[in-house]
Nanobody, 114 residues
Framework: QVQLVESGGGLVQPGGSLRLSCAGS????????MGWYRQAPGKQRELVDR???????SYVDCVKGRFTISRDNAKKTLYLHMDSLKPEATAVYYC????????WGRGTQVTVSS
């Protein structure tokens, strides 16, 4: 059974930083291209970034240079380091593979506000 558990969210001021974690179980984690998704209030869930099994990454333009996705295959954990956070980053953040084929976890709330 696949289980994805996100953590690390919270309330942060604009310009601040957060690091999110996603613990995966039940999947061949090291072989799967993984991604972080987010869903802001009233909006559809969107893919923010992804990391492939070889470690290469891609990002949507609005987070390039500020977000960093990484993975620890031994720990089956995905990370998202977010710097210079803006209010528009406020959303629930989820992890999944890049095709979003697994059941969604509960996500972790990120709120950027002064």
């Amino acid at each position: 059974q696949v289980q994805l558990v996100e953590s690390g969210g919270g309330l942060v001021q604009p310009g601040g930083s957060l690091r999110l974690s996603c613990a995966g179980s039940g999947i061949g984690f090291s072989r799967v291209a993984m991604g972080w998704y987010r869903q802001a209030p009233g909006k559809q869930r969107e893919l923010v970034d992804r990391i492939y099994s070889d470690g290469s990454t891609s990002y949507v333009d609005c987070v390039k240079g500020r977000f960093t996705i990484s993975r620890d295959n031994a720990k089956k954990t995905l990370y998202l380091h977010m710097d210079s956070l803006k209010p528009e980053a406020t959303a629930v953040y989820y992890c999944n593979d890049f095709r979003a084929q697994y059941d969604w976890g509960r996500g972790t709330q990120v709120t950027v506000s002064s």
